[in-house]
């Protein structure tokens, strides 16, 4: 019997034990191990029941999803789980930690369930663009009607012991000692001489025909990603289980399993996954990071009060400083308006906001911070502004306290040389609206001390915030890469396309809002503030699309002035506006150019090059660790599509001689701006993709 599986017989009970950290996910050996369990406790005469445990933090959370696109090795998951229902001997599955996915469907072949009160169940393969493999989508609704295995399959949401026992879920939920009371249980039913009871021939969810048809009704109806094919094939899986024999239903998963798995949005998802986790694997993440109680927040306005906001909630002290009392009492109300709206959204309680209350503090005086573990600044985008703000930091706070600036753009090694400490200077990006977005940037400086990146990291986890590390340029990853794609779009204006057109091919492709509609809600103000503040830096030869200039000129900085790209009426509705594309007609024919007509399939080549190009050039530079930690920046803050996974591994899709291809054609137009990157031609050379260099 393979090692991932331990068997141990007591009181005539074998217990099957699956051990293979970290998540007893379900690879090649622990099937093995598996079958052969059954196999021999149904060949050891003294064996009357079995139980299948886990060992270490969890039972299994999912087949290996490392094995998916590798070809399958016997014995697949679903004939595992057959095996296990038809053991002639009873077998209890003792649920701890997170059954998840193939873990819960073990779970769901065995004939009994009980559960520690602290585990978790769910079927959550939705995430990850595939759908329960191994019979799950043919056990839950025979257990639980259709309505609730959809609620589950759909959402992908992971449910509590508890509340799945009283779905019918499981059979039982113990406090403590689990493994003892699940062998109680089996020596119990072998007692009273109870055998199998096999999931598939139940039909306690299927009592009711026609309010299983009305769910299955309701959730087609109410397909809210239909781009997607997980979900739709999970609803047919579902009402095939109400139709079909069970085994013609396992045959008919198997089939939309396979439809999916192999489909172009489960490997990005399957992607985004992976690279989220691989995020945290920085060179500092052996270092002890420093304890952080106290945090000061310079700065009141929406980004800091956020900042301020998930600190709280994350249990820490806050002390917001602003420079006089109404900008501190304005901060104070921000956060108080975000935690009503944590309320009203059920992610807090009353208690809990009058908790974290009574740990915020206010301050006119950064002398406030003398005994703060931790201070970030979210000041406006000035560098003299923030340069003084570190110069007293460096003043008044204790040694060894971490000294963290949010911007976005600023050079944060200049901002480390005013003090006298710039190993304990990091930058911490956060993006706006705070509570919502997942992702920090953790921009590293030349002398930041590897335990204050460390640090940078653990408060991140303690956000539940993807943390992904960035080097020292100007807009670290995310911020570059925009500007390239809103550069790429900006070339295409000027061309021909509308910004109206260049939107609706963005969204087509995925992203919930197009570049223009984003530049209109954030405020066209910010890119022309930084446009001049770099004027003078930029390279003559470069193409410089002026049309954000002219509309600023005019006083149209987007949304909040009613006018940007878009025309807004006063409830907020957006309209195309003529002006507009008679300005950017005007800024055509100044520069000679001649309209052309443009295709969607160019926009989104366009961008999607300019992106990948852009995040070349920062893997050459050394700015990102890895190409997927460009991808999670893109997907956690830039509302790139999930399910393709970022630009970096959409270009391993599309193939990297057709990407440099296409840069080739272009960079006639900008031979600065659509050079390709140099890493390109040796990665052809080598036939190498990005997703090659994510793991070295
Ligand atoms: C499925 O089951 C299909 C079947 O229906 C049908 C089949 C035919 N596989 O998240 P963490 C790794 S699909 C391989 O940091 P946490 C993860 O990469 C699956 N590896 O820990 C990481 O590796 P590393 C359905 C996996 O405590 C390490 O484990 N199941 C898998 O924050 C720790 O992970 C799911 O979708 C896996 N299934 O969270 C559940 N899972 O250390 C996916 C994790 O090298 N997993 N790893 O970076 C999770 O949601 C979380 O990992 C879990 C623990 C909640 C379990």
Known sequence: MAQAVGWTVRDGVAVVSVDNPPVNALGH???????????????????????????????????????????????????????????????????????????????????????????????????????????????????????????LMLTGKPIGAAEAMAMGLIDGVVEDDLLEQAVALAVMLADEGKGPRPTRDRRDGMRDPVAYEAAIKAARDGLKAPRLPAPGRIIDCVEAALLLPFDNGLAFERAAFEDCVTSPESAGLRHAFFAERRAAKIPEAKETPRPVGHAGVIGGGLMGAGIAHVLLGAGLRVTLIERDRDALAGGLQRVAVMEEQAIARGKMTEKERDAQWARLFGALDVGALAEADLVIEA???????????????????????????NTSYLDIDQLARVTSRP???????????????????????????????????????????????AGVCDGFIGNRILTAYRTAADFLLEDGATPYQVDAAMRAFGFPLGPYQVLDMTGLD??????????????????????????????????????????????????EDPEVLALIAAEREAKGIVARTIGDDEIRDRCLCAMVNEGARLLGEGIALRPSDIDVVMLAGYGYPRWRGGPMQTADQRGMLQIRNLLADYVGEDPIFWAPAAIFEEMIKYGRKFSDMDEG
């Open 526 to 575: 910010i890119s022309w503030a930084r446009r001049q503040r770099l004027a003078g830096t930029r390279d003559p030869r470069a193409r410089y699309v002026a049309i954000g200039d002219r509309l600023c000129e005019a006083g149209w900085f987007g949304r909040k002035s009613g006018r940007g790209y878009y025309r807004y009426d006063a409830a907020g509705s957006a309209s």
């Open 29 to 151: 050996a622990v099937r093995r191990g598996l079958v052969d369990a059954i196999a021999v406790a149904e060949a050891d005469s003294r064996v009357r029941a079995v139980v299948i445990a886990a060992a270490g933090r969890t039972f299994p959370a999912g087949a290996d999803i490392r094995e998916f696109g590798k070809p399958p090795e016997d014995p697949w998951l679903p004939e595992v789980c057959d095996r296990i229902e038809a053991c002639s001997k009873p077998v209890i599955a003792a649920l701890h930690g997170t059954a998840l996915g193939g873990g819960f469907e073990v779970a769901l072949a065995a004939h009994y369930r009980i559960a520690l009160a602290s585990a978790r169940v769910g079927l959550p393969e939705v995430t990850l663009g595939i759908l329960p493999g191994a019979g799950g989508t043919q056990r839950t609704p025979r257990l639980i009607g259709a309505e609730q295995a959809l609620r």
């Open 423 to 469: 190993a304990d200077v990091i930058g911490l990006h956060f993006f706006s609206p705070v509570p919502a977005m997942k992702l920090l940037e953790v921009v590293v400086g030349a002398q930041t001390a590897p335990d204050v990146v460390a640090t940078g990291f653990e408060l991140a986890k303690q956000l539940g915030k993807v943390a992904v590390r």
């Open 379 to 405: 000041v406006y985008e000035d560098e003299a502004l923030k340069a003084g703000i570190f110069r007293e930091l460096d003043r008044v706070m204790r040694p060894g306290a971490v000294l963290a600036t």
